[in-house]
């Protein structure tokens, strides 16, 4: 089992920025890759970013693109996601996600998941 706790959200306004943490903890040795997910008021769960623990290279859906970056601090079990020049329909509760079998943009794919932290885009 993997715990994820998550923290930064938060109310911006539209060209702000802001930084997403997402700290895991438990049975870490079994997560491959991490995702950051939203999910905005009646839409399904998209996909934003995600990134291997072994890697550095990001994978960003292509509405994200060039405006977040996702890292992560392996000795601190701690992904990040950059969010800059936020638009008002980036607003949505943001996920973070562990998986096991590999880095997806399908959020079948990933096995453990945060609680969610809200992220609002005032324009």
């Known amino acids: 089992q993997v715990q994820l706790v998550e923290s930064g959200g938060g109310l911006v306004q539209a060209g702000g920025s802001l930084r997403l943490s997402c700290a895991a903890s438990g049975r870490t040795f079994s997560s491959t890759a991490m995702g950051w997910f939203r999910q905005a008021a009646g839409k399904e769960r998209e996909f934003v970013a995600a990134?291997?623990?072994?890697?550095?290279?990001?994978y960003y859906s292509d509405s994200v693109k060039g405006r977040f970056t996702i890292s992560r601090d392996n000795d601190k079990n701690t992904v990040y996601l950059q969010m800059n020049s936020l638009k008002p329909e980036d607003t949505a509760v943001y996920y973070c996600a562990s998986s096991y079998s590999g880095l997806y943009s399908s959020a079948s794919r990933y096995d453990y998941w945060g609680q969610g932290t809200q992220v609002t885009v005032s324009s």
């Open positions: 990134i291997r623990w072994s890697g550095r290279e990001g």
